[in-house]
């Protein structure tokens, strides 16, 4: 199930799942809105923040009870039978909000809802349990479509690439709206033949220490930006205490960032290289094994702790911020039903790119036909048409539905046609210049160029790799430049006979890559 926040505080929110079609454990999501939790065909609960936030007094969190029909229960108008359909569910009284620390118990209703932490006066992190988890271990992550960032990436999951330094992100850094920072995005783009660290943070919600945390990392397969349902990935690789002593024990309350290396191994054409094209993006997921005394594992299973991004770097290579060539990739779509054929109807949402872009997805076919477990190459590409300043970057998110028929478990002839998303891709598209690098090699030393860089960019450096007889980079084998007035030397890699510069990128310019060389 997920939560789905709206930009504006004042919209509804809603579950695309309801409890009794889909039932799981626990559900954890920031609350910057209004959203049901469904019970059963005939009653739910209401969670939102108030909106009024510039009045101290009325900050919280409420919490309704809603009934269709009216709750026989209570009657506000006895005898007529006035039955209330929402009742307020205050804390200790109807005028008092839930605050950080508070917690709602039904007992008869099976629901559990915890105010964990307000990190601004927009937003409110709340638990959602069938159960009582009182004094377990809770260990988990945050979600995909949940802020910050409202989109198909958890804050929780990241790549750290090489070319620019291990531990500096190309997209910056943002708060995970839990009291920490993390960086924004993917972190940096996974560059090909290099070795990626692909990071994990790992919390323990609960209110008991959790030991023996075992993280698993899975990847789309084959490789590439996927919607693939739950079936589409395989285990890139596994990490626990014996790399991490952390995972050993991890107190309430506390997290801890683990990372996987990766790396990423592809033949790159010349072209491709100068081009800027050496990053490879995949779809990413990380489940966590349950620990001893836990039963809620909804935010653990890899279901939303994921990340499905990717980059397109637009703009003219000769005039800076005009339009360029157009921006293209591709999502593997997979049916996620091994038995079964199914329809899948591809959506755009253009969240925050202008209406001066053009997008066409899968050559303007919206509706795909897969037999099952088929999966099928979907063409996406976006063109720049108007003039806009460097810097300026958008969104669009792409995903895949099929049609569900619900049923209502009350009365069987009840039956509701929907549709039931089975994830998506986000593609953000940012205006940047496009620099040129060129570079030799003479008694054992790299020299190089960079032109074309912002004037704004700051701290820039170049990695100097190597390449195998084959064309294909060396992994460990390079060095990063540091560049001074349009200039850079370091030693070359002793690995290899030919070399090459990689530029990653900034907010501002674009990656950039130069022609191999022999290493003299």
């Known amino acids: 199930m997920t939560w789905q926040w709206p930009r504006n505080a004042e919209a509804a929110g809603y579950f695309k799942d309801k409890k009794n079609i889909e039932p799981r ?37 409420l919490i309704e009870r809603v009934v269709e029909g009216g709750d026989p229960n209570i009657d506000d108008c006895a005898p007529n039978g006035c039955f209330r359909w929402v009742d307020v569910r205050g804390n200790g009284n109807i005028d008092t909000l839930w605050h950080v620390g508070n917690t709602y118990k039904s007992q008869a209703d099976g629901i559990f809802i915890t105010v964990r932490t307000k990190p601004d006066d927009d937003h409110y992190q ?22 910050p960032g409202n989109t198909y990436e958890t804050t929780d999951i990241w790549v750290d690439s090489p070319l620019n330094g291990y531990d500096s992100y190309r997209y910056g850094t943002w708060s995970d709206l839990l009291g920490g920072s993390v960086p924004t995005g993917n972190g940096d783009d996974p560059a090909v033949g290099q070795v990626n660290r692909l990071y ?31 079936n589409g990935f395989i285990q890139l690789g596994t990490v626990n205490k014996n790399q991490f002593p952390a995972l050993a024990l991890l107190q309430p309350g506390q997290s801890t960032d683990v990372f996987l290396e990766w790396t990423p191994n592809f033949n790159l054409t010349p072209q491709q290289i100068q081009d800027g094209r050496f990053h490879f993006h995949t779809c990413v997921r990380v489940r966590l094994d349950q620990v001893a005394g836990e039963t809620f594992i909804g935010n653990q299973d890899g279901d939303g702790e994921q990340e499905n991004i990717d980059y397109f770097e637009a703009g003219s290579s000769g005039t800076p911020g005009a339009p360029g060539a157009p921006s293209s990739a591709s999502i593997r779509l997979r049916n996620d039903s091994m038995a079964l054929p199914q329809e899948f109807y591809l959506s755009v ?19 795909v036909k897969l037999a099952p477990g088929q999966a099928r190459e979907i063409p996406v590409e976006i063109t720049q048409t108007q003039t806009e300043a460097i810097g ?22 009840d039956l509701h046609e929907g549709f039931r998303s089975i994830g998506g891709v986000q593609f953000q598209v ?30 820039v450096s170049v990695f100097v790799g ?33 070399g090459v510069c990689l530029y990653a990128g900034s907010m501002l310019s674009a990656s950039a890559g130069s022609k191999s060389f022999a290493i003299k």
């Not at 377990?136 to 949940?146: F, K």
């Open 25 to 61: 454990p626990f559900l954890r999501r920031t609350l910057s809105s209004r959203t049901p939790e469904t019970l059963n065909q005939h009653s739910w609960y209401v969670v939102a923040r108030t909106a009024r936030a510039s009045q101290r007094q009325c900050r919280g969190v």
């Open 126 to 147: 709340v638990d959602v349990a069938y159960a009582d988890k009182a004094g377990q271990p809770d260990i988990g992550m945050n979600s995909w479509l949940q802020p």
């Open 200 to 230: 994990a943070r790992v919390r323990n919600f609960g209110t008991m220490p959790a030991s023996n945390i075992v993280v698993h990392f899975d990847i789309t397969d084959p490789p590439g930006l996927g919607i693939n349902g739950s």
């Open 349 to 367: 949402m253009r969240e925050r790119l202008p209406k001066s872009w053009d997008v066409k997805v899968n050559n303007g076919v919206s509706i």
């Open 392 to 413: 300026s970057r958008h969104s669009i998110r792409i995903f895949a539905s099929s049609r569900v028929t619900l049923k209502n478990q009350a009365h069987p002839k």
């Open 430 to 459: 940012a205006v940047l210049r496009h620099p040129t690098l060129e570079c030799t090699s003479s008694n054992g030393v790299v020299h190089g160029t960079i032109k074309g860089l912002d004037p704004k960019d700051q701290r």
């Open 466 to 498: 190597g390449l195998n007889t084959k064309g294909y980079f060396i992994p460990r084998a390079g060095s990063l430049a540091y560049v001074s007035n349009g200039k850079f030397e370091t030693k070359a890699p002793k690995e290899a006979q030919i």
